[in-house]
């Protein structure tokens, strides 16, 4: 986690992978590219609603671009209906943030 600086962030459903960069926009942390090519890590994902547990399930994985390596992960669960969908994945992409910089910065010290 150290040494990135640059991330791509691939579609990721419910538009969690559009939260996750409005999240991100203003971070001095991390910059969100463009291109793959162009990134020190690619963040990969899942987010789908359990109707039958009334929850939003997000999955998400930081690997290193070149190897493919695993770098960091995250696994969140948001209760919805209520809140409606779209107030589950802002919740959702707000605590993946959250805990992507809490753990760099444990990394860092």
């Known amino acids: 986690l ?5 991330i791509y962030i691939e579609r990721i459903d419910n538009k969690l992978s559009d ?3 409005k999240d991100l926009a203003g971070s ?9 090519d162009d990134a020190d890590a690619i963040l990969r994902g899942t987010c789908f609603q ?3 547990l009334k929850r ?4 998400v994985y930081l690997s290193d671009r070149i190897s493919g390596s695993s770098i960091w992960q995250d696994v969140v669960y ?22 992507l910089f809490q753990s760099m910065r444990q990394v860092e010290r």
């Open 28 to 36: 001095s942390m991390l910059r969100v590219v463009d291109k793959a």
């Open 56 to 59: 939003l399930h997000s999955e």
């Open 19 to 21: 939260e996750i960069m």
């Open 2 to 6: 150290l040494s990135i600086r640059k």
């Open 78 to 99: 948001v209760p919805w209906n209520p809140p409606g969908l779209n107030k589950a994945v802002n919740k959702a992409a707000a605590e993946i943030v959250t805990h």
């Open 50 to 52: 359990s109707r039958h």
